[in-house]
């Protein structure tokens, strides 16, 4: 919290926004982020864009009244704040895939997932959903505070949905960083880290 990621965030949707509009075009956003945290970012983005970002729960009644005032996602016309549980929701899901579908544009030309740790289990639902609706975005972006060190697995699963190629394979990954309890018959991961700057200088610009 106040590391400024949200007004980084708002700058680069003002850059795009201005690109955007010189080709007349319609830039349009989604971010997700806590359901506790979407009315609190939604006026945050008011304040730094100046325009209308309508909000979305994960609730199916309110994706099906979203859906029904924006029967296709290309007449979204504004920026989109909503829950991290929209990538579970089937009725959102398969709004987004519709244009896509019909041939027309991508929903939207740009993702932010705030507090994106809640997609570093790899074998997790949500995340399976993500990596799979991924591909329909033009632009990703992923926001997390947490200190990396203490948790390289969340950031190995978040970095690879952002690049499949840009790290190690998880088998190479788990050698390389992952500190193993080789008491019993089989080696356990002990939850702890080893190289960990080697792995902040592989994934640092």
Known sequence: VGLG????????????????????????FLLLTEKNLVEQTRFKMVKFLGQFVETLYGEAKDVNKFS?????????????????SL????????WLQQSKSMGLDTPFDL??????????????????????????????????????????????????????????TKANFNKEYVVYDYRGMYPKPTGKYKNQSVFKHLVGY
């Open 87 to 94: 990538f579970n929701q089937k009725l959102f899901i398969e």
């Open 68 to 84: 029904k005032k924006y029967p296709l996602s290309i007449n979204l016309g504004v920026g989109l704040v909503g829950t991290h």
């Open 111 to 168: 993702l932010i997932v705030d507090e994106s740790s809640i997609l570093g289990n790899s074998a997790s639902g949500i995340s399976k959903n993500a990596k799979a609706l991924l591909p329909l975005f033009d632009r990703v972006v992923f926001l997390n505070a947490t200190p990396f060190e203490s948790r390289l697995d969340i950031f190995y699963n978040q970095l690879s949905l952002l690049d499949k190629n840009l790290l190690p």
């Open 5 to 28: 990621k949200t007004v980084e965030t708002a700058a680069l949707i003002q850059i795009l926004k201005d690109v955007y509009k010189k080709e007349n075009k319609t830039f349009r």
